[in-house]
């Protein structure tokens, strides 16, 4: 157990990394890009991504968590499951290069044809090195991941922002994801290919207790994937790219952190779960110590972004932003509620119960479907945001009940004492920063910059919790503390 926590505590320092870098890249292209790009752009590719979105959750068939899941994984299974998955990401990829056209009709959008066929090979070019990464993260080894990805986000950006400078438009956007996906999967083949060489093996029998784990996770990441995007969908067919513009750009800018927080939450603690999965109590307390963790990162970074989003799109992105902004402010509870549940995916799949997270996303795509589009019948961009997070909160409820509950037994009133402190702390952050800005406008005149607000929430932040919850603050020290005395000479 203490060499699986040293693994654990490794792969979470390495993913950690790869988040905070990624987080960084994709801030600074949404920063200099949106200089460059008009809102129609960036609508345009978000009515691409609803369709290529779908396609690359179908791609995978679900059996990449299933390899984590399995203990007993062979090396025949292995080189069967490779090539089922580059037979299946080809077909995928050919069907939507062929659809392109229906794509555009859909939402009367001629322009959209050719970046959804150049979207297509978004289907196929991760399918060479996921499998490599699957059996990396599997064995909690995300120092090489951590680096491929991390150059791959740098390709990507630097392909996004020369596009855009040399007038590119959407294709910009369009180059920057398969620049990514390119340079993530080749640095994957390259890295796995020396451990794990796949031979030219195929037999049906491999793929038994794979598939039926897969069509559920499938089936489950396609519906997701329908529930992420629907919005888009929605407001594209309503009303048109400009006004999808304004909207994709206030979701993105809301859905970094916590787009980046799934995956290392997901990585990191899917194999520890696994291992644990027979040991009820301590899968619980894992779990409840996940959600406190998220509650901590998530409280400050949403509640902070509501409070300061007026002043930090004129004073990053411009005034042609502006529109965003109500928006942002809107997704930012949505996108806070949506963080509490991030942690319910690895805990099902841990167990191997995607039958129960398949109808726990049915009941989701039944909540939020009709839910959105009211709202954006009856009050546009705005009243979509708000339908989304009455939408959320609902969910939530839904994802105690109908999944936590029934894998680790009655356990609201921890979770809730758990997710609590963070939110509070985040509560009073705001409450401060509002003070700070109401005081300096009466008593002197002056109005707050974005970079002061910034610098005020984080001191209040970190004041609220190491007044409150002094041990936070002393556990975090005691580990740093630790790996730095454990790595001196001697």
Sequence with gaps: ??????????????????????????????ISVSHLLTPTDYGL????????????NLSDMGISNAIIHRQDVTRDHLSSLYILNLATSFVISLAIFLSAPLVAAFYDEPELVNPVRW?????????????????????????????????????????????????????????????????RSAGLAIMGWRRWTPTVHFARDDLKGYLSFGVYQMSSNLLQSFISNVDYLILG????????????FAYQLCIMPVQKLTPLINSVTLPIFAKIQDDLTQLRRGYIKIVEGISYLSAPIYL?????????????????????VPLIQILCVMFLLRSMVVAVLPLLQSKGRMNLYFRYTLLCIAIQVPGLLIGAYAGGMKGLCIAFVIVQLVIFCVQY???????????????????????????????????????????????????????????????????????????VRDKVYRRHKSVKPG
């Design 1 to 30: 157990m203490t060499s699986l926590k040293k693994k654990g505590i490794d792969a979470a320092k390495w993913s950690t990394l790869a988040t905070v870098v990624s987080i960084v890249v994709q801030l600074l292209q949404l």
């Design 119 to 183: 979207m297509s090979l978004l289907c196929l070019v991760p399918a060479f090195g996921q499998q490599f990464e699957v059996l990396s993260r599997k064995e909690l080894k995300f120092d090489v991941i951590s680096k491929i990805q991390i150059a791959a986000y740098v390709g990507g950006f630097v392909i996004a922002l020369g596009g855009a400078y040399l007038g590119y438009g959407v294709y910009a956007l369009v180059g920057s994801y398969l620049g990514n996906a390119l340079i």
């Design 237 to 248: 067919r309503m009303y048109g790219a400009q006004t999808l513009g304004y909207y994709t």
């Design 304 to 324: 902070g972004l509501l409070v300061t989003a007026p002043l930090l799109v004129t004073f990053a992105f411009g005034e042609k932003w502006l529109p965003s």
């Design 401 to 475: 009940s109908y999944a936590v509950r029934r894998v680790l037994g009655p356990s609201l009133a921890p979770l809730l004492r758990g997710i609590a402190p963070g939110m509070l702390c985040g509560l009073v952050m705001v409450v401060g920063v509002l003070a700070f800005d109401w005081l300096s406008l009466t008593l002197f005149e002056l109005n707050t910059g974005f970079i002061l607000q910034v610098i005020c929430g984080a001191l209040l932040y970190f004041a609220v919790i190491f007044y409150f919850n002094r041990n936070l603050i002393h556990a």
């Design 45 to 56: 590719m978000g009515m691409v991504m609803v369709i290529v979105a779908a396609a690359v």
